[in-house]
């Protein structure tokens, strides 16, 4: 019997398990783990567990584990208005996170999967289970206590943005009392920017402040509407509106890159690279500075295109080779003969790159291509 | 002369200015400002700088106003490679946010936005004019130190998510030495779940880990790609695959908050009601957890529509009726027996609701009617 099947359930307590995994040479290890980049070593992890593998977790410790804090033993949570959904088994060990807000808690929301990024090696295989909460719209002492009330009850971390000085000073103290840890995600920067500009905050959540919507904000919804409108090269001739024009060939990200684009206020268009159809003539007619090609890994490239089409309900029967690697290099390099034909687009490699983070390299190369600065920013005026 | 003619321009120093203003019971007062609430006061003040007058700051400081510090003589920053684009006349009175992170920066971005939003009252009169600069992609120290040095050059207040613990470790201690006042907006609550759950943070940027993209995110880009087919009831026979189905009149915000919603990972389907030609039957036939109505007040739905027909070039010369005040009465009363007949759906009233708070009001009955909780919140395990 393999040695992890001796080991108690790893979600309950991390335990140091050998393991047997074949790294990139092809040698096997029987304990420990090669001697390689902490990089390479968590992309090890990630494809071990996908393969059904324990994990050594040693390396993650920067220092010797704590004894494990005693686990209250928690009733599962039964209201009189019907049950709560969590899985009885998970009770114990699911470490909870309680966002709460007195407007939308998105800020709060962000800024705690922000700082989940730091710990996907661990959650990427159940390591360190983590649920959170988001609780919006709290806005008077009463919810705010229930809640705090509740987190102490299931143990949970406290991450609140209160805009209301009352109900923050009120939660750190509830926080402090019931011993819940907590963290204030706006209190510090919007005390510090108070300071800095020398006037008071309001007080005031979003939308409580009885101002209308700012002008800014009325762009940004016309800038999605537009894109939404140019879709995949739908008005060619409206390419000369747009902001930021991307092109490149199917399955690389236009659509939902417009898109996060757009909500940030800029007018997108798109534009289809399809081998043998070419693009638009008015492709080569608008200011290059605004132009984006966009490529990728022919392998992850078919692996996309053959989720997509499978999604799609496409044969695999020969009908269709918009998936085949052949089909995927042909149209990948005439996509890049069009690109070196047009020197002036910058090209980006979305390869295993998420949409916020190839949209900071286009914004961060629009910005710095419209302005010329000693360090490319993207600025903006209030 | 109105009186605050003879003040000095408000944008270089926050002055105490009489003014004459119109309250809404039509009285006037010459100075100071009538018995409101702190949130009708503001509304007063927006209306009063749209309509050119100048505003009596007293009641927004909390304590007498602190000495100005002195402004030090900025010189035009000018680079070999190019002029860096700032308003000369405004170098001495905007205050710059530096923006800096070793990922994308969105995080901080996002956060200094939601911060600024306790500023509205004096941005929205450029009382307080301010500028963010953001650099994203900072992964060294030269780069780190090049950046603090300009933003101690421009006074500027420096913000900051930079994963890499030394990276951050070497801002602090640079701001600290030059006297640039800051603000580490991730690690606080990093180190704080980092306790929480008994693992280290990676110390590793955002795309920086190596581990692949989630299936979370996969599902956000499909849930986006999904609802840019559905919209504007496209595809009514796909209603049943939405998990989110939006209706209401033309120009209730149904496109701008089915994508952010879609962006969370929703599947969202439009569904557009018309006066006169109805709506699809398939609506009826959806479960009706998942209907969500919305419904704006008609004199804002009418301001709406004109300034669409005219973006639009439609005329107004009675060929269209879509802006007439009848017809937007018409039209919302039908849209209204349509929601008194099938009383399961939620109705929402967007009127000067931001499309992020409507969809915290959608999500918050959207998870609440999956999962009854005493107390409503959206939960996501990880």
């Not at 009352?166 to 919007?190: F, R």
Request: glycine share 8%.
């Amino acid at each position: 019997m393999p040695i992890w099947q001796l080991c108690p359930n790893i979600h309950s307590v991390p335990q140091i398990v050998a393991c047997t995994r074949n790294d990139k040479t092809g040698s096997k290890s029987v304990s420990g783990r090669p001697k390689v980049s902490p990089q390479l070593n968590r992309w090890f992890r990630a494809r071990a567990v996908r393969s059904g593998q324990k994990l050594d977790r040693s390396s993650l410790r920067t220092q010797p584990p704590e004894p494990n804090p005693p686990v209250r033993p928690l009733p599962l949570p039964v209201d009189p208005d019907g049950a709560v959904n969590l899985d009885g088994a998970d009770v114990m060990t699911v470490k909870s996170i309680y966002i709460v807000s007195d407007g939308t808690g998105w800020t709060a929301e962000h800024c705690v999967n922000a700082a989940l990024g730091q710990f996907d090696y661990c959650l990427v295989d159940r390591g360190c289970p983590v649920s959170t909460h988001l609780f919006s719209g709290i806005d008077d002492a009463e919810k705010l206590l229930e809640i705090t009330k509740q987190a102490a009850k299931e143990g949970a971390f406290f991450v609140y943005t209160l805009a209301d000085p009352s109900l923050a000073s009120a939660a750190k103290q509830a926080c402090k009392l019931w011993g819940v840890p907590s963290t204030d995600v706006l209190g510090p920067i919007t005390e510090a920017i108070a300071s800095h500009l020398g006037v008071s905050p309001s007080g005031l959540p979003r939308g409580a402040s009885g101002l209308p919507l700012s002008d800014d904000y009325f762009r940004r919804i016309e800038a999605v509407e537009f894109t939404i409108k140019q879709d995949d090269g739908a008005c060619p001739q409206n390419l000369a509106e747009a902001d930021i024009v991307l092109t490149g060939v199917s399955r690389t990200g236009k659509t939902p890159l417009s898109i996060y684009l757009a909500q940030k206020g800029y007018k997108v268009a798109n534009v289809p690279i399809v081998l043998g159809v070419g693009v638009p003539r008015t492709l080569f007619e608008v200011d290059p500075k605004k132009v984006f090609g966009l490529t990728i890994n022919p392998l992850v490239l078919q692996n996309i295109r053959r989720t997509r089409a499978k999604t799609m309900g496409l044969s695999s029967d020969g009908r269709s080779n918009y998936s085949e690697m052949n089909y995927v290099r042909e149209e990948l390099e005439f996509a890049g003969r069009l690109f070196a034909q047009n020197p002036l687009w910058p090209v980006i490699d979305v390869t295993g790159k998420a949409i916020e983070e190839t949209a900071a390299v286009v914004l961060r190369l629009y910005h710095d291509r419209k302005h010329i600065c000693t360090m490319p920013r993207i600025s903006k005026r209030y």
